[in-house]
T-cell receptor, first 113, second 114 residues
């Protein structure tokens, strides 16, 4: 138990659906991250929020839309996805005052049909 | 540009063997940090170690040891006397000095067989 909870753990959606992934951290951290993990590829940094402000948008397609309503919650809104978007989406958090350790959730396994 | 390369996609060893996981990085920063994370089957990455670019001392923690060599831009990870519980995917990562971005390799899947 890392203190970072992601829901749902598994999601199957059609290309025309709209769904959201949720991440919640109970660690009092103030920076949160979305990563995409595809088989045999490096983890891809998607978005970074620091003090609820988006500080990084790593050329992610607009069909992915992040939201950070407060320092404990992070969402990834999904719409009109493509089959190649199927992957494990990992959320991580960090205390900006510490020296860099990321705390990860268990991920949301997304399958786009 | 920052980049982390883990050339070993998958390694299989028999319990009690020693195994080394390779990590090569690229960066133009003079201040940077290197990390190793372990991803068990449950999915969450777990932090193992952090080194900064000014500290090339090797580190040992139980059966784990890390060899940081700036001359070859490598940060290799050795598990001594491997155990079945060591089976996981291991990721090497690189961060700038401000920890704004973390660049991960593609991971090495380690299978330790009894």
């Amino acid at each position: 138990e890392t203190g970072v909870t992601q829901t749902p753990r598994h999601l199957v959606m059609g290309m025309t659906n709209k769904k959201s992934l949720k991440c919640e951290q109970h660690l009092g951290h103030n920076a949160m991250y979305w990563y995409k993990q595809s088989a045999k590829k490096p983890l891809e940094l998607m978005f970074v929020y620091s003090l609820e402000e988006r500080v990084e948008n790593n050329s992610v397609p607009s069909r992915f839309s992040p939201e950070c309503p407060n320092s404990s919650h992070l969402f990834l809104h999904l719409h009109t996805l493509q089959p190649e978007d199927s992957a494990l989406y990992l959320c991580a958090s960090r205390d900006r005052e510490n020296t860099g350790e990321l705390f990860f959730g268990e991920g949301s396994r997304l399958t786009v049909l | 540009a920052q980049k982390v390369t883990q050339a070993q996609t998958e390694i299989s060893v028999v319990e009690k063997e020693d195994v080394t996981l390779d990590c090569v990085y690229e960066t133009r920063d003079t201040t940077y940090y290197l990390f190793w994370y372990k991803q068990p089957p449950s999915g969450e990455l777990v932090f193992l170690i952090r080194r900064n670019s000014f500290d090339e001392q090797n580190e040992i923690s139980g059966r784990y040891s890390w060899n940081f060599q700036k001359s070859t831009s490598s940060f290799n990870f050795t598990i001594t006397a491997s155990q079945v519980v060591d089976s996981a995917v291991y990721f090497c990562a690189l961060s700038d000095g401000n920890f704004n971005k973390f660049y991960f390799g593609s991971g090495t899947k380690l299978n330790v067989k009894p």
